[in-house]
């Protein structure tokens, strides 16, 4: 399908702004998937399309953070390659079955998520003691990966609070590890849907110049101001996800209320 250079720059700019969320806090599909909706994009070519300028967000987001010593990547590299070969299965096996059944669950797990850290504050202020091996925080990649080629929403902010419960990092080199596994898990997903057939490469790369853009910046961003600002928008982030997630007409818990 054609898409308009007007329509392009918009959706450019939306990138922009869903990369800089994105490197703080995740969800930044939240802006980029309704856009390319909204411009016609069939949803299989939308979440395609979305997963190429988010790889190339997150691999920006990913080298800042790197700069800055946040992100260890010898000892990331097992969950890394997990979190890309669960995506890869995740994608897979969407095309199979349908993912409505967790329209019910993830809304649960993220108010839980933005409950955690609204009531405990300093939560990953400092580094823990690791609460598991590196070998068994690979099957946690490579579960969270397979739920981000499979579903996706909140994907960010689950490795987030894995990384800080399960291995002890500081929040700040949580995001930062976040970025590299979720930077493996969208090559994974992308990987499949590319040789589906289902990306549109040039709409894709040029939205992947705002991602980029925005993730550096807020990468900056959250390195400099640190919890401060990580902390809030995994709030904002999650209950956003959550909502909107209730508002699709097919969650099962939306049919709760309105009966």
Request: hydrophobic share 55%.
């Amino acid at each position: 399908m054609d898409v308009s250079a007007q329509t392009i720059a918009i959706l450019t700019g939306v990138a922009a702004i869903a990369g800089f969320i994105d490197a703080i806090a995740g969800g930044g599909g939240l802006l980029t998937l309704p856009a390319l909706l909204a411009a016609g994009l069939p949803p299989v070519t939308a979440v395609a399309t979305s997963k190429l300028q988010s790889s190339c967000g997150a691999s920006v987001a990913t080298f800042a953070y790197a700069r800055r010593g946040l992100v260890d990547f010898r000892r990331l590299a097992m969950p890394a390659v997990a979190a890309a070969v669960g995506a890869a299965l995740g994608g897979l096996v969407l095309q199979h079955l349908d993912p409505t059944f967790l329209k019910a669950l993830v809304p649960i797990l993220l108010i839980g998520i933005a409950v955690y850290f609204l009531l405990a504050p300093r939560l990953g202020d400092e580094e823990r003691p690791q609460r598991i091996s590196i070998a068994a925080y690979t099957a946690v990649a490579f579960g969270l990966g397979f739920y981000d080629g499979f579903f996706g929403p909140g994907a960010g902010a689950f490795l987030v609070v894995s990384l800080v419960l399960l291995l002890g990092l500081h929040l700040v080199s949580a995001t930062g590890a976040t970025k590299f596994l979720n930077l493996a898990s969208n090559l994974g997903a992308l990987a499949i849907m590319a040789f589906s057939g289902h990306v549109m490469w040039a709409l894709g790369f040029a939205m992947a110049v705002g991602g980029m853009i925005g993730g550096q910046l807020g990468a900056m961003t959250a390195i400099k101001v640190g919890p401060r600002i990580i902390r809030p928008l995994l709030v904002v982030v999650s209950i956003s996800m959550t909502i909107k997630l209730l508002l699709q007409p097919d969650n099962p818990l939306a049919h709760l209320w309105r009966h």
